[in-house]
Each structure stands twice: as structure tokens, then as C-alpha cells.
């Protein structure tokens, strides 16, 4: 209300008590709408000073320590590490001691800061039953700072790993064990490797070379995928949005699947394989010495199918495409009339063949 509106009414007979008390009413709307307004300001000052320190986080400095770690570890033993914001790099060596490089990296709003943090942050070498474990001690609150810890040693070769780090790459070579390895954004690489083998990134490609297992599982969100000269019983293979490519990958049974990319399969042995792929063409290309009784499936929403089989092939084959052409270059005995989709049988017909694309040619050699 505004003084010419109180004015008004003390013209036409309002009581002053009534206009008094319509002041101090509004006097006291003002004060409380101020002290909420200075509150909000305090409230988002404190919640820059806690969040970024008001002047954000490109400004911080780096502070970078390391330290040597050393410990006896049995060839035959375990080793567990679980890091943050870093890489992992180990290789087996025949040797009966766990060596490591620690790289300790703070970045902080001063040098001061980022030192004094560095230090405080204390990184051991435990045992624990039939291994060790890499453990990293840090003070329980850390204000407007960041730290990362960076690993890369030897190991016995005989040795099986448990790795988690939060971010970064993961490096490892000559193992003979089973393998755990997992990153939240960063790249995978194995290479000689014996043993049962599981590799996981949330974001980044994953490439393996020269392994041996029974089983090898690696899960990727997004990111391509590579095996070369492996062999296994069982190996599942899955990226969200990336490409998967396969060279001389021996397996008993073979899970290929990725959302968004090409599958290419060269010098392939596996005596089932199912591969899918939401968007993007598939080439399978079996080896000479590949078994001729096979179980396969290969599927595409939206690519061509190229797939060339095995050696006096015997199996039931069907195939179907919604739009694209088929290709045959194996005596098939076709059953009803042959079009966008064929059923028919090459040699006895022991095994099955299924090819199936919505959109695209499919083609058969």
C-alpha cells in the first residue's frame, strides 16, 4: 500500500491507529523480505566457498609425490588394488616380490594446500590371506582439493589380480591367473594373459592379445572392442556403442553384442556364436580348421551380413531380410520359394545357421 493510498484513507476517516498499524505491518513485510534476501546471499556465498571456491576449479595447482612400495608375494598368490582418478599398470615378471610405484597427484587451491594434502595421504602394502593388498589412507574430509593415485609395477607372473580404479587405464602383461579388472572411464589392455580373464570400463575401449582362458568376459558402455589370438572355452564380448572386432579367437562358445557398431570376425573358431548388433553390418569369416557342424546366429537392425563358412559346411540355414538383396554362393537345397528370406539345407544339415537383417543384403560363402 502505497503513502498516497494511507494518505487517502486518513482523508476519508480511518482511524490513525488502522493507518498506523497498516505502516507497521508493511514496515515489517520490508524487514523480513530483506533478512530473506541477505540470507539467500549468505547461503550462496557459503555454497561457493564449500562447492568451488568462488573462483572455480581451473585455477587449482597440481602438487605430485611418489613413493616405492615392496613386498614379498609367492608366485601362486593374489594381489588386490583399488584406486581413484589413475591408472594401473602391472606386468609379471619371475620374480617371488610384489614392486610399485605409487604416483600420489593433489590439486588444490595453493602449492601449500596441495602439499600438505599429499602428504596426508599415505599409501601401504598389506598381507592378507594368500596375497596382498594395496591400500590407500586419506584424511576422512577433503575440502575444495581432488587427489588421484597412479599404480604401475611387477608382480610374480604366477598371480591373480583384483583391480578397481575410478579413473583410468589399466595396463597388464604376462599374467598367468585370473584377472578382475575394472575402470569407470578409461581404456583396457591385457596381453599375455592365462587364466579365467574379466575386464569392465564404463567409458573406453578395451583390447585384448594372446590369451588363454576358459572364460573371458569384457563389458564396455561405450567403446570399441578388440581380441586377437585367443582362446578360450567361453567369450562374451559387449560394448553399448562401439565396434567389436575379433582376429584368430578360438572358443568353444562365442557372444558378440554391441548397440551401435560393425562386428568383423576373422580366422574365427567357435562351434556356437551368437552376434547381434543394433545398427551396423557383420562379417564373419571362419578359419580353414573350423568345425563344419556349427550353431550360429547373426542378427542386424539396420546393416548387411557377410558370412563366409566354414569348410564343408553341414547345417540348416535361414535367412531373412526386410530390405536388401541375398547372395548365395553355397549349394543350399532351398525349401519354398527363395526371395527375402531362404530355408534351406547345405551338406547333412547337422548344425544351423541363422542370418537375420532388417535392413540390409545378406550374403553366404
Known sequence: MTPQTLQCLAQRGTPCGYVKGIEMKQGRIRRISLALLLGL???????????????????RVKYERQEELSAPLEPGGSFS??????????EGTQTAECRLMATIRVHAKTQERAQELAEQIQVKLEPVAGGLRFRIERPSVIRNASYGVSLTGTLPQQTSLSLVTSDGSVRLARIEGAVDAKTSDGSVHVEDIKGDTRLKTSDGRIECARVEAGTLDVHTSDGSIKLEMVGTTSTAARTSDGSITLSDV????????????????????????????????????????????????????????????????????????????????????????????????????????????????????
Open 41 to 59: 546471499i549468505l547461503v550462496m556465498g557459503t555454497s561457493c566457498i564449500y562447492v568451488s571456491g568462488c573462483d572455480g576449479w581451473s585455477n
Open 250 to 365: 578360438r572358443a568353444d562358445s562365442l557372444d558378440l553384442h554391441t548397440s551401435d557398431g560393425t562386428i568383423r570376425c576373422r580366422e574365427l573358431v567357435a562351434q556356437r556364436l551368437n552376434c547381434r548388433t543394433s545398427d551396423g553390418s557383420v562379417h564373419i569369416e571362419y578359419a580353414a580348421d573350423a568345425p563344419n557342424v556349427i550353431d550360429a546366429t547373426v542378427t542386424t537392425s539396420d546393416g548387411s551380413i557377410t558370412f563366409a563358412a566354414p569348410p564343408n559346411l553341414s547345417a540348416q540355414v535361414e535367412t531373412s531380410t526386410d530390405d536388401g538383396s541375398l547372395n548365395l554362393h553355397l549349394p543350399i537345397t532351398a525349401q519354398g520359394k527363395v526371395g527375402k528370406s531362404l530355408r534351406g539345407t547345405v551338406g547333412a544339415g547337422e548344425g544351423r545357421v541363422t542370418l537375420k537383417t532388417d535392413d540390409g543384403s545378406i550374403t553366404i560363402k
Open 81 to 90: 588394488a583399488e584406486t581413484r582418478d589413475g591408472s594401473i599398470t602391472l
